[in-house]
């Protein structure tokens, strides 16, 4: 039923998806665990040359995941709060409640990345994030396919990138059965771009 | 898939025809159709109905569930059981669509029927989101659902196949040894 361009589209790490790579610039809060000679540029609060170990600063998450090992002798990332002890039981009381769009817009990739780094919370983590989407699941569901014709903002604000996506396909369906419904679907009807251009008609130009 | 392409599918219906014409048997790659004689009714596809009615050359009779009474029966049926319904055919919605818009003189009470139709409908796929909903919840593995027309499976296709998409990605974060192992490193 998914022809191969929607598979594509589909897997959550994809390198040439504008998503994922604005996920990847997401940054995390991590602590040096080695001295990093000359690369002392890299912290803007810092005026040495070198960035001693124990330094605390933000890397991108495409940084801290390349430069992740396991024996730690690089850096260790710190949990952001959003995925922390404290958060994790608001998601599990209401899911509903929560503006995952102001948690950082990319809670699930995000999340999903996370646990690359070996938290000791790895478990709680997925599970939790796995409850928050089921939990949502059904607002989202709801709003998607029965807003028809309306400013769908105020639904939008509170959702995260990936309930973006699945709310766009759920209108697409809504809005493909209404203007069937219609009898909008088989009328043809002027492309946009001829339209804007204001093209020209055949007579005007022999004139 | 399109909704113009599930009612492509239901032309194929057959519905019964008064010619007002007369046309000798014609034989088509999908089957024989006729005689036509002028008065006397004949089975053929929505297709040719529709083309015929719209050149005036015949008057299309109402299927046999397309009354005020049965839909009503049909309606509460509905209601009351929380399993789908049979449908009094598995194109409906396509039918009542394209026979009242072309055909409603010929169909009695066409506006009542329209609304019976769109409470049926309407209450179909309330109870398709209920069972998506308690699918994703209670995290099954598969979900038999009898008596559904293609028009309503193909409203909630994309939108249930991506959602079910993103729980395997983020159950599969579950898996042990495989944690987020599995997703391509930049």
């Known amino acids: 039923m998914l022809s191969e361009a929607e598979a594509l589209k589909n897997s959550f790490e994809n390198f040439l998806s504008l998503d994922d790579i604005l996920l990847s610039h997401q940054r995390l809060p991590v602590r040096t665990e080695c001295a990093f000679p000359r690369l002392g540029?890299?912290?803007?609060?810092?005026?040495?040359?070198?960035?001693?170990?124990?330094?605390?600063?933000?890397?991108?998450?495409?940084?801290?995941?390349?430069?992740?090992?396991?024996?730690?002798?690089?850096?260790?990332?710190?949990?952001?709060?959003?995925?922390?002890?404290?958060w994790r039981t608001v998601f599990t009381a209401d899911p509903n409640v929560v503006n995952l769009h102001k948690m950082g817009p990319y809670y699930y990739g995000l999340g999903s990345q996370m646990l690359h780094f070996d938290s000791p919370e790895n478990t709680d983590i997925a599970q939790t994030l796995l409850q928050t989407f089921i939990g949502r699941f059904r607002r989202v569901m709801d709003c998607s396919q029965n807003a028809y014709n309306e400013d769908t903002s105020s639904l939008l604000e509170r959702l995260d990138c990936l309930e973006k996506a699945l709310f766009q396909a759920g209108q697409s369906g809504l809005n493909g059965f209404q203007s069937w419904e219609k009898g909008r679907a088989s009328q043809l009807t002027a492309s946009s771009l001829v339209l804007n251009y204001r093209k020209r008609k055949m007579a005007d130009v022999e004139d | 898939?399109?909704?113009?392409?599930?009612?492509?599918?239901?032309?194929?219906?057959?519905?019964?025809?008064?010619?007002?014409?007369?046309?000798?048997?014609?034989?088509?790659?999908?089957?024989?159709?006729?005689?036509?004689?002028?008065?006397?009714?004949?089975?053929?596809?929505?297709?040719?109905?529709?083309?015929?009615?719209?050149?005036?050359?015949?008057?299309?009779?109402?299927?046999?569930?397309?009354?005020?009474?049965?839909?009503?029966?049909?309606?509460?049926?509905?209601?009351r059981e929380e399993a789908f319904t049979p449908v009094p055919s598995p194109y409906y919605m396509e039918l009542t669509k394209l026979l009242l818009n072309h055909a409603s003189d010929n169909i009695p009470k066409a506006d009542e029927i329209r609304t019976l139709v769109k409470d049926i409908w309407d209450t179909r796929i309330a109870k398709l989101r209920l069972s998506a909903d308690s699918f994703i919840s209670q995290q099954e593995a598969h979900?038999?659902?009898?008596?559904?027309?293609?028009?309503?499976?193909?409203?909630?296709?994309?939108?249930?196949?991506?959602?079910?998409?993103?729980?395997?990605?983020?159950?599969?974060?579950?898996?042990p040894g495989s944690s987020g192992?599995?997703?391509t490193d930049f």
């Open chain 2, 1 to 79: 898939m399109d909704p113009s392409e599930v009612e492509f599918l239901a032309e194929k219906e057959l519905v019964k025809i008064i010619p007002n014409f007369s046309l000798d048997k014609i034989y088509l790659i999908g089957g024989d159709l006729g005689p036509f004689n002028p008065g006397l009714p004949v089975d053929v596809p929505l297709w040719l109905a529709l083309n015929f009615k719209q050149r005036q050359k015949c008057r299309i009779i109402p299927p046999d569930w397309m009354d005020v009474e049965k839909l009503e029966e049909i309606r509460e049926l509905e209601k």
């Open chain 1, 41 to 86: 540029f890299l912290d803007r609060s810092s005026d040495s040359e070198d960035l001693p170990e124990g330094t605390k600063m933000e890397l991108p998450l495409w940084l801290s995941k390349g430069l992740y090992e396991r024996k730690r002798r690089v850096l260790s990332v710190k949990l952001p709060n959003v995925y922390r002890e404290g």
């Open chain 2, 143 to 175: 979900a038999k659902l009898d008596n559904l027309t293609l028009m309503e499976i193909n409203t909630i296709r994309e939108f249930l196949l991506d959602s079910l998409n993103c729980m395997y990605k983020l159950r599969s974060n579950l898996q």
């Open chain 2, 181 to 183: 192992r599995t997703f």
